[in-house]
């Protein structure tokens, strides 16, 4: 009978490598999303929070959560999220929040807008300006 032995020699992978993940939020931003602090990535729906450091902690529903990130790919997971939330996460909510000023309102709204618009045209109207009658008047040619 024999016994497989451990073979000090080999590396031991002690931290979840995330360099998919720094390839996917550059070349895959619209797979990922942030929502209350975590960033999201929606095909697996593993989350990923960051603090003020730049630590992340990974929230999923599978094994990836119980290995920790290397210090060294954590900062570079964290740079990289940095750089999509400056170049992809926030000018969508801009873009978002923009065209939202331009939506079409209810019903309501419009028939209030429409009533207050006509309240301001009748009650801006200025007295038409009487012109003097010698403007009227044509001056004979000499």
Avoid at 33 to 39: N, T
Avoid at 125 to 140: F, I, N
Wanted: net charge positive; charged share 25%.
């Amino acid at each position: 009978m024999s016994y497989a032995t451990f073979d000090s020699t080999a590396p031991t992978i002690r931290f979840l490598d995330v360099a998919p993940m720094i390839s996917a939020l550059q070349f895959q931003p619209t797979d990922f999303e942030l929502s209350r602090g975590w960033l999201r990535h929606a095909p697996s729906r593993h989350r990923f929070k960051f603090d003020a450091k730049g630590n992340v902690v990974i929230d999923a529903h599978c094994n990836c959560a119980n290995r920790s990130v290397s210090a060294e790919q954590g900062q570079q997971l964290f740079q990289m999220f940095t750089c999509w939330r400056e170049t992809y996460w926030q000018p969508l909510q801009t873009n978002r929040e923009f065209a939202s000023h331009f939506r079409r309102p209810n019903a309501w709204v419009r028939l209030v807008r429409d009533v207050r618009m006509a309240w301001r045209r009748f009650y801006s109207r200025e007295e038409p300006e009487a012109l003097p009658v010698e403007a009227w008047m044509r001056v004979p040619a000499e």
